[in-house]
């Protein structure tokens, strides 16, 4: 099976390298997260509010948010506002934030869970299905394949 992570391909890695500098995207996730962490303490809305509640209640409750936001982004995609489609993402990653803060500690146990997961990924076992862009495990999963 031909990948674009195969073997002969492996240089091709160098071509898709990041352009955007590591600490500039870093950066502008931290401040995000803070100011995500701000907005929630300063309306009442994040986990103080959600305390007693498990994470799928919590998630339930907050499910239109992220509809509407993706929604709006949807619409600005259709519309082929470049800029537009950007803030509309950015919003969408705003509200995805909030709906871990919601959640407490569960959710940030969460995160850490599936970015150790994601860390632990190497092109020997992973590889992008084209016709997606999904990365799958070279063995395994293969009804995802199809």
Do not use: C
Not at 18 to 42: C, G, L, P, Q, Y
Not at 48 to 76: F, Q, V
Not at 87 to 109: N, P, R
């Amino acid at each position: 099976m031909e990948t674009s992570h195969s073997k002969k391909n492996k240089s091709d890695k160098e071509n898709y390298k990041n352009i955007v500098e590591e600490e500039a995207f870093v950066n502008s996730m931290a401040t995000m997260a803070r100011e995500v962490w701000k907005f929630h303490d300063r309306f009442g809305l994040g986990s103080g509010r959600h305390r007693h509640l498990e994470a799928t209640e919590i998630l339930t409750k907050r499910k239109n948010i992220l509809d509407e936001e993706l929604n709006e982004m949807e619409i600005e995609i259709t519309s082929n506002k470049q800029y537009e489609t950007l803030l509309e993402l950015a919003d969408v990653l705003f509200v995805v934030m909030g709906h871990v803060e919601s959640t407490g500690k569960a959710g940030i146990d969460a995160v850490e869970s599936v970015t150790k997961k994601n860390s632990q990924k190497t092109i020997e076992k992973y590889t992008i299905r084209k016709d997606t862009g999904k990365l799958l495990p070279v063995v395994g999963k293969p009804h995802k394949w199809k």
